[in-house]
C-alpha cells in the first residue's frame, strides 16, 4: 500500500501580462504623424498671428482670436497625448516628447526672421482724403496722371500719404455749382433743380480747370454767392496747354495739308472751303469749352463766311453725316470712332492724342474695339487753345490745411519740371520744347499759338452770338400719357405733373424764329397719338398746360409714334433747318405697336431729325428695346429720376436752343 500523498492539480496558468504602452494616443497617431500636425498648427499660428500684426479694424482682431483659439487647442490636445501612463518606459515618452518638441523649434526658428519683417512695417496713419474735379474732356488721362501720383505719394516710412478721389464735370455744371456756392440747395418745393452736390459731386480740393478764364469766372460765381468760399484766380498753377486743331482723315490730310499743315485762315472760311468735300463737325458750344473758344475763330471779322453761313454749313454736316448733336468733345469723339463719317473736327490736340491711341471715349461709349482710323491736325494760327490750370478752392472748413499740402504736391507733380506726365496724354507741358506727345500721328511739335485765352466776358459774348448766328430748331415733344404716368407714389406730383413742368421749362428757351410742337400718346381708339399743339412758331411756357386737356389712356404706342413724329418734324422744316423730337416714357405699359424697335432706327438713320427719348420710372435706357433703337447715332436714351425732369429736359433744350 503506498504512502504517497497524491498529486495536486496544478493551477490554472495566469494570464500574460501586457506589454509595455506608450501615452494613449487619439485615434492610433503616431509619433510622424504628430510632428507633423505641431508644425502644421505651429505655422498656422504664426501666420495669423503675423496677419494681425499688419492688418487693421476687424481683420486683425479675426486673426489674433482665430490664432489664440487654435494655440489653445491643440495645446490641450499635445497634453492629452504626452499624458504619463504607468506602463510607459522612459525611452518611449522621450521619442514622444521629441515629435513635439522638434517641430516647434523648427517652426519658432522658421519665424524669427517674418516677425523681424513685420516689426519693419511702419505703423501707417489713415492717408488723407483729397479729391480731385477735372474737365469731362480729357478725364481719362488727367485721372491715369493723377492715380500714377497717389501710389507714388508716400512718407518717410513708405505709408500712402494720401487717397485721392478723381471725378469729372462739364464746364456749364460746374460753374452753376460756384454759382451756388457748392452749397446744398434747400427747397420747400422739394428737391431743387439743381444740386451741386448731387449733380456735380463732392467739393473739390483741388480743381483742373480747362483755362484760366474758368478760374477767374468761377472766383467771380463765387464771390456772388456769398459767404467764405472764395477762389483766388491768382493761386492757379499752368499745367500745359493743347491748341485748338482741325482734324481731317488722313487720305484728306496726305492731298490737302502734308506739304503746309498750317493754316491762317478763320474757321468759318476752312469751313467754306471743305463744304464739297468734306463736311465740318463740332461738339455743342453751350457744354464743350473747346466748341465755345472755336466760335471765336469761327466768328472771326476777318472772315469773309457770316456767322449764320458758318452756322448753316455746320447744320448741313450733322444732317449729311447722320450724327444727333454732340454734347461735349469727348462724345463727338465716340460718335466719330463708332460712325467714322467722312467729315472734319473742330477739336483740340489733346482729343485727337486720345482718340489716336484707342483711348476709351468716355463712360457712355459703347465703343469696345480701339481699333479707330487715324486723324490727323491741320493747325489753326491764331485760335488759341485751352490752358489747364490747376486751383485750390477754398472752403473753409477743418483739415483744409494738411489737403492744401497734398493738392499743391500733386499740381507741382503735374506741372512737371523738364517734362510734364501730362505729356504722354497729348497736353504740352509748360517747358515743351518739341518732345513726343503721346498719339502723335502727324503732329506739328513745332507748332506755337500766342493767342491769349478768351477774356471773361467774352464767353457770354460769344453764346449770344452763337444763338443770333445759328439755324433755326424745330423740335416735337412727345409725351407719355399712359395711365403709369398718372399714379401719385410716396410723392407729391405725378410723373406726368413733373413732365409737365419739364415741357414748360423747355418752351421758355424758345427764340422767335424757333418752333415747336406737342403730342400726348397713346390715343384712345385705334389713333397712335392726339396732337395737342402743331409744329410752329409762337408757342409759350403756357402751352405747357394743354396737356392736362388730355386724358390717361391704357396702352403704350411709343414706337410707332416716334416713326410719324419724325415724318411730322421733317414736313414742318425747311431744310437747313436742325430737326428734332423728344420723346418722354416712363416704359411701365407695354408697347402695342406692331413696329419694332430695330425698324424705329432703321427709320430715324434715314431721316435728318435727331431723337431724344428721356427714360423715367421703370423705363431704362439699358432695356432691349432701348438698346435695339438707339444702335442709330440720331437717337440718344438719356435716364432721368423723378425729381430730375425738369432739369433733364431744361438742359437738353439748352443745348437744342441754347
Not at 455743342?284 to 466760335?295: G, N, R
Not at 497729348?426 to 502727324?442: F, K, P, T
Not at 438719356?638 to 441754347?658: G, K, N, P, Y
Amino acid at each position: 500500500m503506498s504512502t504517497d500523498a497524491p498529486e495536486e492539480p496544478e493551477p490554472p496558468a495566469s494570464p500574460a501580462a501586457p506589454e509595455a504602452a506608450g501615452p494613449r494616443e487619439l485615434q492610433g497617431v503616431s509619433n510622424r504623424a504628430l510632428s507633423i500636425l505641431t508644425a502644421a498648427a505651429g505655422f498656422l499660428c504664426a501666420a495669423l498671428a503675423a496677419i494681425g500684426e499688419i492688418a487693421t479694424g476687424a481683420v486683425r482682431t479675426a486673426a489674433f482670436a482665430a490664432a489664440i483659439v487654435i494655440a489653445l487647442g491643440f495645446a490641450g490636445w499635445l497634453l492629452y497625448q504626452l499624458r504619463p501612463s504607468r506602463t510607459t518606459d522612459r525611452r518611449t515618452r522621450m521619442r514622444r516628447i521629441a515629435a513635439v518638441l522638434v517641430p516647434i523649434l523648427v517652426v519658432t526658428a522658421a519665424s524669427v526672421p517674418v516677425f523681424h519683417w513685420v516689426d519693419r512695417t511702419p505703423d501707417c496713419q489713415d492717408p488723407i482724403e483729397l479729391t480731385v474735379l477735372v474737365p469731362e474732356d480729357g478725364a481719362y488721362g488727367f485721372e491715369q496722371a493723377i492715380a500714377d501720383f497717389n501710389g507714388s505719394d508716400t512718407t518717410g516710412s513708405d505709408c500712402r500719404r494720401a487717397n485721392i478721389t478723381t471725378y469729372s464735370a462739364p464746364w456749364p455744371q460746374v460753374w452753376k455749382a460756384f454759382e451756388a456756392g457748392w452749397a446744398p440747395v434747400d427747397s420747400d418745393e422739394g428737391p431743387a433743380d439743381f444740386d451741386p452736390l448731387r449733380d456735380v459731386g463732392p467739393e473739390p480740393d483741388l480743381w483742373v480747370a480747362e483755362s484760366q478764364t474758368q478760374v477767374e469766372l468761377a472766383g467771380q460765381a463765387m464771390v456772388a454767392a456769398g459767404g467764405d468760399r472764395v477762389i483766388e484766380p491768382d493761386s492757379s498753377r499752368p499745367l500745359g496747354w493743347t491748341p485748338l486743331v482741325m482734324a481731317v482723315p488722313g487720305p484728306v490730310f496726305e492731298s490737302e495739308y502734308e506739304d503746309e499743315q498750317r493754316s491762317v485762315l478763320p474757321l468759318g472760311d476752312l469751313a467754306r472751303e471743305l463744304r464739297d468735300e468734306l463736311g465740318m463737325l463740332r461738339s455743342d458750344p453751350t457744354v464743350s469749352y473747346t466748341a465755345l473758344t472755336a466760335l471765336r475763330s469761327l466768328y472771326d471779322e476777318r472772315a469773309t463766311t457770316s456767322g449764320t453761313e458758318v452756322e448753316k454749313l455746320l447744320a448741313s454736316s450733322v444732317a449729311q453725316t447722320g450724327l444727333a448733336i454732340p454734347g461735349s468733345d469727348t462724345d463727338l469723339m465716340c460718335d466719330m470712332a463708332l460712325r467714322e463719317p467722312e467729315a472734319a473736327l473742330i477739336t483740340t490736340e489733346r482729343a485727337l492724342s486720345s482718340y489716336n491711341r484707342g483711348e476709351p471715349l468716355g463712360a457712355n461709349c459703347p465703343l469696345e474695339d480701339t481699333g479707330r482710323a487715324a486723324l490727323s491736325p491741320v493747325y489753326l494760327q491764331g485760335a488759341g487753345g485751352l490752358d489747364y490750370q490747376a486751383v485750390r478752392p477754398g472752403w473753409g472748413d477743418p483739415g483744409e490745411a494738411e489737403r492744401a499740402e497734398v493738392a499743391d504736391a500733386l499740381s507741382t507733380w503735374l506741372a512737371g519740371d523738364e517734362t510734364s506726365p501730362l505729356e504722354a496724354f497729348g497736353i504740352r507741358g509748360n517747358e515743351h520744347n518739341g518732345g513726343v506727345l503721346g498719339g502723335d500721328i502727324e503732329f506739328d511739335l513745332e507748332f506755337e499759338d500766342d493767342t491769349e485765352p478768351l477774356a471773361t466776358d467774352e464767353p457770354d459774348a460769344l453764346l449770344e452770338q452763337y444763338g443770333d448766328n445759328r439755324v433755326p430748331t424745330n423740335v416735337l415733344l412727345a409725351i407719355d400719357h399712359s395711365q403709369s404716368m398718372d399714379v401719385v407714389d410716396g410723392q407729391e406730383r405725378s410723373r406726368f405733373d413733373l413732365a409737365v413742368e419739364g415741357v414748360r421749362t423747355a418752351l421758355g428757351r424758345l427764340d422767335p424764329k424757333d418752333r415747336a410742337g406737342m403730342w400726348t400718346f397713346p390715343a384712345e381708339g385705334g389713333d397712335t397719338y392726339v396732337e395737342v399743339l402743331g409744329i410752329a412758331e409762337g408757342r409759350s411756357p403756357d402751352d405747357a398746360d394743354l396737356l392736362y386737356e388730355r386724358p390717361a389712356v391704357t396702352g403704350i404706342d411709343l414706337n410707332r409714334t416716334i416713326v410719324d413724329g419724325v415724318d411730322a418734324v421733317e414736313a414742318a422744316s425747311e431744310e437747313d433747318d436742325v430737326k428734332a423730337m423728344v420723346v418722354l416714357t416712363d416704359g411701365a405699359d407695354e408697347d402695342s405697336s406692331s413696329t419694332s424697335a430695330a425698324e424705329v432706327g432703321d427709320y430715324v438713320a434715314n431721316s435728318e431729325v435727331s431723337v431724344y427719348v428721356i427714360a423715367v420710372g421703370e423705363a431704362s435706357c439699358r432695356s432691349k428695346q432701348f438698346t435695339e433703337m438707339t444702335a442709330d447715332s440720331r437717337i440718344t436714351c438719356l435716364e432721368a429720376d423723378e425729381d430730375q425732369i425738369r432739369s433733364t429736359f431744361d438742359s437738353l433744350f439748352h443745348r437744342l436752343w441754347s
